[in-house]
């Protein structure tokens, strides 16, 4: 009898252990996921970018829309908090400032602000070396050691990806989307953006997603840190469906993928291009996300698009754009300062002998 005892005892610790290992393993799960709606996601990008920037302004503009799309004040705050590490002090103390003022602005008008839950107090036992050493080597791949630097190389162990990564209000996913929109509007750290494009792929964001900060990016008209990061994603984006509505004015096929905010991606295959045009009322601007096209405009030389290159299109000049002859291309398409009536006017053909002398 005490044998059997001893075995029912036995089986219900492993039982247990199963248990706690399974809770473990979905816990570890979770933290690989986005936990921001698209919409939440586009907003965090534009106050993670801004605060990166130091435009305070357009911060402020960016908490308001993130506290209506319904993310906490909390989880702002967590965001802008880690990026001390990443854009320093200075501008994270100064956007907390700002979303301080938000929020005791928006309750002193009644208007809807959702404080949220803090990260969970960590454990007596937690050990932010050790934590912080698997945490990073998850994100960068394979074990890192800054031996350079061995202070900065503890700092980044034990505070960022240990007591940092370890507050549990955002997942790792959330934090290198909020890292990556930070560093896109930042030049000259494009090495450390590239490493954090691979990191945040290591932790669980899509490259749908990733494509996602590009678009938000743009929606925001943060168009050059759109391209910023653009040219470095070096990945295929949806094609979409064919571009129907608008073919009589292309030279072959392209096709059309829309999204929020009024940005469009554009694919072009080989040698396809549209007509010249002219757009009253507005400004056009073209962001080439992958592949290699042309942008001209009339009575000048023709500019190469590659991924990454951002193109201003002042409102009333005559242009065409299009594919290389021996490459698709794709571009976001965004339509801004637009005024009442704005139209888009089509003219003649790009021919043949034109195009070709490209």
Not at 26 to 33: A, G, R, Y
Not at 85 to 112: C, H, I, M, W
Not at 159 to 176: K, Q, S, V, W
């Amino acid at each position: 009898m005490k044998h059997l005892n001893f075995l029912v005892l036995a089986a219900l610790i492993l039982v247990a252990c199963n248990t706690a290992n399974d809770k473990m393993s979905k816990s570890e799960n979770e933290k690989m996921k986005l936990s921001f709606t698209t919409e939440q996601a586009a907003c965090m990008t534009a106050i993670a970018c801004n605060e990166a920037k130091g435009d305070l302004v357009a911060l402020e503009s960016a908490i308001h829309n993130g506290l209506e799309a319904e993310l906490t004040v909390c989880r702002i705050k967590e965001a802008l908090s880690q990026l001390y590490a990443y854009t320093g002090f200075p501008r994270s103390l100064n956007a907390l400032g700002v979303l301080q003022n938000v929020v005791e602005s928006r309750k002193s008008k009644d208007k809807r602000v959702i404080m949220g839950e803090d990260a969970s107090p960590l454990s007596d036992d937690f050990d932010a070396l050790k934590e912080g050493t698997r945490v990073q080597t998850q994100l960068t791949g394979k074990p890192f050691d800054y031996a350079f630097a061995p202070a900065t190389d503890y700092y980044l162990k034990a505070h960022l990806f240990g007591d940092i990564f370890a507050r549990d209000n955002l997942t790792y996913a959330d934090r290198e989307l909020i890292t990556v929109s930070a560093l896109s509007g930042m030049a000259g750290v494009e090495p450390q953006l590239k490493a954090h494009i691979a990191g945040a792929r290591n932790m669980g964001v899509t490259e749908e997603q990733l494509q996602g900060i590009v678009v938000a990016l743009a929606a925001n008209g943060l168009f050059d840190e759109a391209g910023r990061l653009a040219g470095l994603l070096e990945t295929p984006w949806p094609q979409g469906k064919t571009n129907d509505a608008y073919a009589q004015y292309f030279v072959g096929q392209s096709f059309l993928q829309p999204y929020f905010g009024g940005v469009a991606n554009v694919t072009f295959e080989p040698r396809c291009r549209n007509n010249w045009h002219i757009h009253h009322g507005a400004v056009q601007v073209l962001i080439c996300v992958s592949g290699k096209g042309w942008y001209q405009e009339w009575g000048k030389p023709a500019v190469p698009l590659t991924a990454g290159t951002v193109i201003a299109i002042p409102e009333g000049v005559k242009h065409w754009h299009g594919a290389a002859a021996d490459s698709w291309m794709q571009h976001l398409a965004i339509h801004t300062q637009e005024q009442p009536g704005n139209s888009t006017e089509w003219c003649e053909e790009v021919n043949d002998n034109r195009y070709n002398q490209l």
